[in-house]
């Protein structure tokens, strides 16, 4: 028998793995700066081709250090920005190089990700709830943090006063993707968490303009402060339009689609081509992002299939999660050590004023709203990390700063750091502190039962193994095995009772053990495929429904398992459904704990595909069913040419909607 590699064990395999790779990937660095024949020389072809495998070969080895980061700082529990920076702190020991990595590869190729992953999963009525606080933290905020870490850095360092109001405005970009994803473990309040994400959406919009108004003062030497203002409203004002006008036109032809692959890719359309459309009108590509991803991530899951919506959410999370890889490492290679501790004083002012701005920006500007607790005022003070945006900002400084550039970069990187290690690290006690997180003494019981059930259950299963192993002898298993079952039974029972004293725990290990379920079922379709056993239609529609009961909460099994067992399906209800309209049709039965089957068909009326599903019903709820039917139905104008008419002729306009129905009683049901 093999013995499985212990903890021990993997944790010193993972070590030696990313000292491999971190000694692999430096030595390709080179790659990254600049060729030979970059700056007019000549440089042969298989020069060339031989630095393209090196940059490829340098890049996938990034992408695997952040890979094995994701899974030490995992095991650790830490957060997995934390690791990043680690990493690029030790990628920065081999001494630095002269990279020169235009600053549209931050800007316009990894920031985009960042800023529509976030969008994207912000629904409306969470973010107008507090609008209010948000735009107040998103810009007077950002113009605090601006104007007070400028003076603070210059009065305390002697730093020019234009520099300083550039470093500003980058490091007044909030990065809270540690402290939400910490918030998501630990079950903080939603409006907690809308309120940090939401600030951060914004304020990454808008300090991204402030700073490009900023390095351009800095360059040029001249400010206009009516001029500057201006240039502040038509920039992200312009930037949000286009943003808004794109999401929705993007929104609706993927409303026509029904392709997975089609969809992502037009998600991916609109995230990059908002932002370059949006530069080349010379408005803010960021906040243009921003507005297509909030109008595109609510417009469209709504005329998406469940697949759909699947593949596109997960698209999104791991492309956030590559750029903000990429940023922290190749941050890491660019900073300069010996320039980083050379200017320790300047950083120390840096963070000291980035603290004071963020506590007038918080307790100054939300001191009146009193429906924000001060609680949450603390947690917001404490969770305005900086991470990949400063850096992204810092890193696309232009190189006509001259020996400020590498400054305000070590600057950027040392505030990055303290937020990261020292903030982000202590949130967790913070959080604990301020009693956020409320857990009644029956989720506590519950939890402890159930901890005690497993591990009873969990020994008394390696018990039975080392039996039939032959490590131990029948006599001994039949001494101890009655005793062990009858104890793992009773803590079983005693699980149970715990979960029958608040109805929602009982709902909670039902939705994990129903959402397992759907993976296995989703993975078994997958096989089937694989093999031949189900064909590519018949695949698409089971999968569907899965990943529909997957994406919904309210919707198939969940539902049927809360429906009274003493009701009795008494009828059957065959309704004949646009395909547009299918989704929804079904979402609305599945509310209302019905049982329905999906066929394909064909109507002859506009000669295109449609469905019929067979529902069963309760008597009491056909009235509310028909109901339910008619708004899920949306109705529709299609143009239909006039029969024996040339294409040129006039189409006659015809009113789609609502459904076909017919009603049967049954005498018997049973599910198959």
């Known amino acids: ?15 030696l793995s990313i000292t491999i790779l971190l000694l692999t990937t430096c030595s390709g660095i080179e790659a990254l700066a ?41 095991r650790l529990r830490l957060p997995y920005t934390v690791g990043l920076v680690l990493i690029g702190l030790a990628l920065s020991l081999r001494g630095q190089e002269q990279i020169h990595i235009p600053p549209a590869i931050f800007l316009g190729l990894l920031v985009p990700p960042l800023i529509f992953e976030a969008a994207f999963h912000i629904k409306p009525d969470d973010l107008y709830r507090d609008l209010a606080p948000i735009l107040a933290l998103a810009i007077p905020g950002v113009l605090i943090t601006t104007f007070l870490v400028g003076g603070m850095v210059t009065l305390g360092t002697g730093f020019p006063v234009s520099l300083a109001l550039v470093f500003g405005a980058l490091a007044a970009a909030t990065d809270p993707v540690a402290v939400v994803a910490l918030f998501r473990s630990l079950g903080v309040p939603k409006r907690l968490q809308v309120l940090l994400e939401g600030e951060s959406l914004f ?156 506590a007038v920006g918080v307790y100054g500007l939300l001191g009146f709203k009193k429906d924000v607790p001060f609680r949450y005022k603390n947690v917001l003070y404490w969770g305005g990390l900086r991470g990949a945006i400063s850096l992204a900002l810092a890193i696309s400084l232009p190189p006509s700063l001259g020996a400020a550039r590498e400054d305000i970069q070590a600057m950027a990187f040392g505030v990055v750091l303290f937020t990261l290690l020292v903030q982000g690290l202590t949130m967790k006690p913070l959080i604990n502190k301020m009693n956020l997180i409320q857990r009644s003494e029956a989720q506590e019981e519950y939890e402890r039962r159930h901890a005690r059930a497993v591990m009873a259950k969990v020994s008394y299963e390696r018990l039975e193994t080392m039996h039939k ?5 029948s006599y001994l298993w039949e001494r101890l095995a009655g005793p062990l079952k009858q104890h793992a039974e009773a ?29 296995n079922q989703r993975g078994a379709l997958t096989a089937l495929l694989r093999d031949g056993i189900i064909s590519e239609e018949i695949y698409s529609q089971l999968i569907s429904e899965v990943d529909m009961a997957i994406t919904d909460r309210r919707s198939n099994l969940i539902e049927l398992l809360h429906t009274d067992a003493s009701q009795t399906i008494d009828g059957l209800m ?65 143009f239909l040419p006039s029969p024996g008419q040339g294409a040129d002729t006039t189409s006659t306009p015809v009113t789609i909607g609502g459904a076909t129905i017919f009603a049967f009683d049954v005498e018997r049901y049973q599910v198959l």
Do not use: C
Request: hydrophobic share 50%; glycine share 8%.
């Open 1 to 15: 028998m093999v013995k499985p590699p212990s903890r021990i064990s993997l944790r010193i395999l993972l070590i």
């Open 491 to 519: 803590l079983s029972r005693a699980v149970e009772e715990a979960s029958h004293v608040d109805p929602s725990l009982e709902f909670q290990e039902l939705d994990s053990a129903f959402r397992d379920m759907l993976q």
């Open 203 to 358: 304020n990454d919009g808008t300090a991204i303009v402030i700073f490009n108004i900023m390095v351009a003062i800095a360059v040029s030497g001249s400010f206009d402060l009516i001029g500057s203002m201006f240039d502040f409203v038509i920039v992200a004002g312009g930037g949000l339009v286009v943003g808004f006008i794109l999401g929705i036109l993007i929104s609706r032809i993927i409303g026509f689609i029904d392709y997975p692959l089609i969809e992502t890719t037009l998600t991916i359309v609109l995230a990059y081509g908002s932002y370059i459309i949006a530069e080349q009108f010379h408005v803010s590509g960021v906040l243009a992002v921003v507005a297509a991803g909030l109008v595109n991530g609510n417009l469209s899951p709504k005329a998406t299939a469940p697949t759909s919506r699947m593949l596109i959410f997960n698209f999104w999370n791991v492309a956030a999660y590559l750029a903000n890889s990429v940023i922290f490492l190749l941050v890491g290679l660019q900073i300069n050590l010996g320039v980083f501790i050379a200017n320790w004083l300047v950083i120390v002012w840096a963070i000291l004023a980035i603290l004071i701005a963020r």
């Open 34 to 74: 600049p060729p030979p024949g970059a700056y007019g020389e000549t440089t042969g072809g298989g020069i060339e081709e031989e630095r393209i495998i090196v940059i490829i070969t340098a890049v996938i080895g990034l992408l695997m250090i952040a890979a094995l980061v994701g899974i030490v700082t995992n």
């Open 469 to 473: 192993e032959g490590l131990i002898s």
């Open 574 to 638: 065959t309704v004949i459904v646009q395909e547009a309209d299918v989704e929804n049709v079904i979402a609305s039965m599945n509310r209302l704990g019905l049982p329905v089957t999906r066929y394909s068909s064909t109507g002859s009326f506009l000669g295109r595909r449609n469905v019929t599903l067979l529902v069963g019903t309760f008597r009491e709820q056909e009235e509310n069913l028909k109901k339910a039917i008619s708004r899920a139905s949306r109705q529709r104008v299609e």
